[in-house]
């Protein structure tokens, strides 16, 4: 299979620290890492796409000063919320592309909350 | 931009009918992948159904078929013999084949499966 495992699976910070996400293929090489966002009963919105060894690329609208993205290997990939406040808290979602069937594989999501 | 619409944001069948949830998108790209994602209570999503825009045959994988229309731009999906276990969001996504990185997912259907 393509297994791709997400953690943590639940968070809960205070307004104004640090929150790191981590994203692993277990089993492939990613060629590409996306990270979505998730509001309740809501639809996933692409926040950005990562290659490894290079910047990753944000869609419009999301802060990259906010939302780091590191792509260390092409098996790992990181969102870290940076000076988290409560509007940050969701749901997110991270999947990574093994490359040739144009599908995405799924991590299980980690939910952020932010007191 | 790419956009897909989902015009149906909740459905219901009966156990063992059948149900079709509608799904279009607006593009000027001629080559792209289409896909249907079923999301459950556990939020993990899960590929459901695949489509490659230049195949003309529609997709079928055992109970879950689609209707892909290119011209109409419309990627429909039936479910047939519905189970209890299909009750789920399901997300119609967009992947464009000359921008991998460009991967678009409709608002979503809840589907109730009613015993």
């Known amino acids: 299979g393509a297994v791709v495992s997400q953690h943590p699976s639940w968070v809960i910070c205070k307004s104004g620290t640090s929150v790191k996400i981590e994203c692993r293929s277990l089993?492939?090489?990613?060629?590409?890492m996306f990270w979505y966002r998730q509001f309740p009963k809501q639809s996933l919105m692409l926040m950005a796409t990562s290659n490894e060894g290079s910047k990753a690329t944000y869609e419009q609208g999301v802060e990259k000063d906010k939302f780091l993205i590191n792509h260390a290997s092409l098996t790992l990939s990181t969102l870290t919320v940076t000076s988290a406040h409560p509007e940050d808290s969701s749901f997110y979602i991270c999947s990574a592309d093994r490359g040739g069937s144009g599908e995405l594989f799924f991590g299980e999501g980690s939910r952020l909350t932010v007191l | 931009a790419q956009t897909v619409t989902q015009s149906q944001p909740e459905m219901s069948v009966q156990e063992a009918e059948t149900v079709t949830l509608s799904c279009t998108y607006d593009t000027s790209e001629s080559d792209y992948y289409l896909f249907w994602y079923k999301q459950p209570p556990s939020r993990q999503m899960i590929l459901v159904i695949r489509?490659?825009?230049?195949?003309?045959q529609n997709a079928t994988e055992n109970r879950f078929s689609v209707n892909f229309q290119k011209a109409a731009k419309s990627f429909s999906l039936k479910i047939s013999d519905s189970q209890l276990g299909d009750a789920a969001m399901y997300f119609c996504?967009?992947?464009?084949?000359?921008?991998?990185?460009?991967?678009?997912f409709g608002s979503g259907t809840k589907l109730n499966v009613k015993p």
């Open positions: 489509q490659e825009a230049y195949k003309q």
């Open positions: 996504a967009y992947r464009s084949a000359m921008n991998f990185n460009k991967f678009y």
């Open positions: 089993d492939f090489q990613a060629t590409t």
